[in-house]
């Protein structure tokens, strides 16, 4: 029965959304660009490159001998091998860059639906170099520096009290170079174009929030959420705390985007949503200790 009404309040959003698009041409269209430009040249440079070279390792045994080489963890520190060979490739490219390994893990059955459902929970990262950027629009530097790190060090918490199996990786031994990139490439290019779309789609959205209600611009996509902070008339500690609450929540925009592309696995994002909770908490009292 709840499901019958959260559709037609859907039908019913959509048809004003309709409305809205052949009331305000321009506006869409401008956004639409924005969303464009966005993608362009902030996420398809960051993610293409490592979409293809993280395609690439898996397929050419990397997790088998960084994981052999890195055996001596399971053992003192009990983390599995392979949950920081995750966690330091999603470290590098950022979000949902995660999501992809882990797929393309799966999909190698080097790990279980389970497991990956679990990587997923420590391995949310968004570009230090980016957050740096556009918080300095608008916060004192040793605030941007807290933030950063206040988002990332849950992720190490939320690793260490991640119980993984250490299970032996069986190399590949049946490696065709010849197709190697080109299947690296028409992954990366699918999984980019369904992240483009999603980005154009949530942005969108936040066009219908009136003006009174922008802080909630960030929930849905992150950038667009930040970029309206900047011109908001709030004290510097809300806009930190707001700042902190997006990128540790990671905006609907990213979650479908996660979504999207574990679409056809079994892996679940439940435990991946419960996550984005705790680590709100855990960002807020890194940040709290830290002033």
Known sequence: ???????????????????????????IANNIISS???????????????????????????????TKLLSFLSKYLFISPLSIYVFCLSLISGTPSSAFITKELYQKKIISSENSAK??????????????????????SDLVIKIILAH??????????????????????????????PNAISKSINTLTIILGTIIFFNLLTILIPD???????????????NTLSTLNLSITLKAFLS??????????????????????????NKFLLSRFI?????????IISM
């Open 1 to 27: 029965m709840k499901r019958k009404y959260l559709n037609i309040i859907l039908i019913i959003l959509l048809f004003l959304y309709i409305y809205y698009i052949f009331t305000h041409k321009s506006i």
């Open 36 to 66: 464009c430009s966005l993608f362009l040249y902030q996420v398809f440079p960051s993610l293409f490159p490592m979409f293809i070279i993280s395609s690439l390792l898996i397929n050419l045994n990397a997790p088998y001998y960084i």
């Open 119 to 140: 990587i997923l929970t420590f391995s949310f990262f968004t570009n230090p170099f980016f957050l740096f950027k556009i918080l300095s629009l608008y916060l004192p």
């Open 152 to 181: 990332y060090i849950p992720n190490i918490i939320i690793l260490l009290f991640t119980k993984m199996p250490t299970n032996k990786i069986p190399p590949n031994n049946n490696i065709n170079i010849s197709s190697l990139i």
């Open 212 to 226: 009174k209600y922008k802080t909630l611009v960030g929930f849905f996509e992150i950038t667009n959420g930040l």
């Open 244 to 269: 902190l609450t997006y990128i540790s929540f990671g905006g609907l925009s990213i979650i479908m985007q996660i979504k999207s592309i574990l679409n056809d696995t079994p892996i679940k994002v």
């Open 279 to 287: 680590h709100i908490i855990l960002s807020y009292l890194i940040f």
